[in-house]
């Protein structure tokens, strides 16, 4: 069944590819439950949410007709005073229900602190998605709040990706130089010789298309579609990879015509290829095309963004694309204050078994003394 075309489905679905490829990028097993998430802890929440307002033909009609900056400035939310009294019982149901849930599963973390007092800012985090003031009914300034926390969150989500990677690669290169130090002096050359020569072996690919220029989709065309690229047409293009047919490409569909381009610089099972990298990589490319073509930024291209972008002077004679490889993801400060933080955590932590072990031995020699 075709996703609604409204925000929420699509902001859904769109993070839905990433989360697949971080966990296929891990080699992680999950149930497909899990892969359909958002990531939002109140995933389960926010869909049952737009599950029954969806249910309400008024409120339906205004999610289908409201575009992106509307629904952010709230207008949307005040259409919930004329959905159906069946509907608003539901929802203060699940309100209820996840309050609940919010405090049992904050009251389980004091458990498992010793019953500290948490934090009276990251408590409040917890619930800044709801009026938890109102814990019992769901009114316009709780969809308000929904609306607004899962458009902060979901759209910060590529920025906490890329702050992931950046710290996935200063660590790859933390453990390389420390593998290095404790290397003698003949092997520690071999071993730098093996690494210079994985990079060149990785940097040796074909030409990288510049992503959503010509060449790249006359590419996806040809080897993907099985067409003359001769023949590349942008309307046919658009509506061969508009896979659910709902007349937008997303994030999902956009990123799966970048397939080819990063087949050429990675592989698997080969010591010299990241799929990390590649997933960075692919990410990369689909943020470029998006703030190219995504003139209204609602993180879809319609027929007509696409077909705008086809007659840019970018889109013929595209500037070359700058790879990862050639993009430095930090800088040397970054690298030396990520160290210097690695430093002071290895020596806390020596510390606290430190503080333990005496810990241990006095209470042995409490115990032998009352013996």
């Known amino acids: 069944e075709k996703l609604p075309k409204y925000w929420f489905a699509k902001l859904i679905a769109s993070y839905t590819r990433r989360l697949e490829a971080v966990i296929a990028a891990k080699g992680v097993k999950v149930l497909t439950t899990y892969v359909n998430d958002t990531g939002l802890h109140y995933d389960r929440y926010l869909r049952e949410v737009i599950d029954f307002l969806e249910k309400d033909q008024h409120f339906r009609e205004k999610l289908h007709n409201t575009d992106m900056e509307d629904i952010k400035q709230g207008k949307l939310a005040k259409e919930l005073d004329f959905v159906g009294h069946h509907v608003r019982t539901k929802l203060d149901e699940l309100k209820r229900q996840e309050v609940n849930r919010l405090r049992t599963l904050i009251k389980a973390k004091q458990d498992a602190e010793g019953g500290h007092e948490m934090n009276h800012k990251v408590?409040?985090?917890?619930?800044?998605?709801?009026?938890h003031m109102n814990p019992h009914t769901f009114e316009v300034e709780d969809l308000d709040k929904l609306i607004q926390s899962a458009t902060n969150d979901l759209e910060n989500y590529d920025k906490k990706r890329h702050e992931e990677f950046k710290r996935y690669e200063m660590m790859k290169e933390h453990e390389r130089k420390e593998h290095l130090k404790n290397l003698?002096?003949?092997?520690?050359?071999?071993?730098?010789?093996?690494?210079?020569e994985l990079r060149k072996k990785h940097a040796d690919h074909p030409k990288i298309n510049h992503p959503g220029s010509q060449d790249q989709?006359?590419?996806?065309?040809?080897?993907?579609?099985?067409l003359d690229p001769n023949d590349f047409d942008?309307?046919?293009?658009?509506k061969l990879h508009d896979t659910n047919g709902d007349g937008y490409i997303d994030e999902q569909e956009l990123e799966a015509l970048f397939t080819k381009e990063?087949?050429?610089?990675?592989?698997?099972?080969l010591d010299e290829d990241d799929m990390t990298e590649m997933e960075e990589e692919r990410l990369r490319m689909r943020e470029h095309v998006m703030n190219e073509v995504d003139t209204n930024k609602d993180r879809l291209v319609s027929l007509e963004e696409f077909l705008m972008s086809t007659n840019k002077k970018e889109f013929l004679e595209p500037d070359s694309w700058e790879t990862l490889e050639?993009?430095?993801?930090?800088?040397d400060e970054e690298m030396k204050l990520f160290e210097e933080q690695l430093a002071q955590e290895e020596s806390n932590l020596k510390q606290k078994n430190s503080d333990l072990q005496k810990q241990k031995e006095e209470l042995e020699r409490q115990q032998e003394n009352s013996t």
Do not use: C, I
């Open 123 to 131: 408590l409040l985090k917890q619930f800044e998605y709801m009026n």
């Open 184 to 196: 003698d002096e003949e092997h520690r050359k071999d071993e730098e010789q093996h690494y210079e």
């Open 217 to 226: 989709l006359k590419e996806v065309w040809k080897e993907s579609d099985g």
């Open 234 to 238: 942008p309307k046919t293009f658009f």
């Open 262 to 269: 990063l087949e050429k610089m990675y592989r698997p099972n």
């Open 326 to 331: 050639q993009a430095p993801t930090y800088t």
